[in-house]
């Protein structure tokens, strides 16, 4: 059974950082894409950032680019988010996913919920 | 970035009713679309992938169509847990992006 399990969310005030963690298992996690999405009440759902099964090849959102770092660690089956000079608009739960080729995103973590907030 | 647009945002049905959601890509997509549904609290949950392809285990009242720019999600019979926010999203090229959204009200 696949499995992505996030930890790290919590309250930050704007301009702090923080780092999201995202364990997964279940399936043969170095051989696939592992995504960012995250969900405001207002904005809906967003993809914020990937990174490929060889973390050759990153990719983000325009809107967090430059502040969030994407890595993984294949051999602990994990994948981080690094937030750096965080926003209010950065405020959202954040989703950790399983990218397949065909299937496109496929399965979610449960979610972390980030608050910027002074 | 390729944009999904859904609708209706919202709509009011009953047990035993089909239901049906539309979105429309901003471009020729193919059928690199997938529908999920999400209850509140929960995180979305795959349902239909690349248009039409019923994922494993969910039941066969779920079905979805089209290819290109126009696609369609449907409920052939409404069931209590059905209650819930749908979602389209397109992983055709660059990005992936999500419709706005439907939320299937009693």
């Known amino acids: 059974e696949v499995q992505l399990v996030e930890s790290g969310g919590g309250l930050v005030k704007p301009g702090g950082s923080l780092r999201l963690s995202c364990t997964a298992s279940g399936f043969i996690f170095s051989t696939h894409t592992m995504t960012w999405v995250r969900q405001t009440p207002g904005k809906g759902l967003e993809w914020v950032s990937s990174i490929s099964g060889t973390s050759s090849d990153t990719y983000y959102a325009d809107s967090v680019k430059g502040r969030f770092a994407i890595s993984r660690d294949n051999a602990d089956k994990s994948v981080y988010l690094q937030m750096n000079s965080l926003r209010a608009e950065d405020t959202a739960v954040y989703y950790c996913?399983?990218?397949?080729?065909?299937?496109?995103?496929?399965?979610w973590g449960q979610g972390a919920l980030v608050i910027v907030s002074s | 970035d390729i944009q999904m647009t859904q609708s209706p945002s919202s709509l009011s049905a009953s047990v035993g009713d089909r239901v049906t959601i539309t979105c429309q890509a901003s471009?020729?997509?193919?059928?690199?679309v997938n529908w999920y549904q999400q209850k509140p609290g929960k995180a979305p949950k795959l349902l239909i992938y690349v248009a039409s392809s019923l994922e494993t285990g969910v039941p066969s009242r779920f079905s979805g169509s089209g290819s290109g720019t126009e696609f369609t999600f449907s409920i052939s019979s409404m069931q209590p847990e059905d209650f819930a926010t749908y979602y389209c999203q397109q992983h055709y090229n660059g990005p992936v992006t999500f419709g706005g959204g439907t939320k299937v009200e009693i």
């Open positions: 996913a399983r990218r397949a080729a065909i299937r496109g995103i496929d399965y």
């Open positions: 471009q020729d997509i193919s059928n690199y």
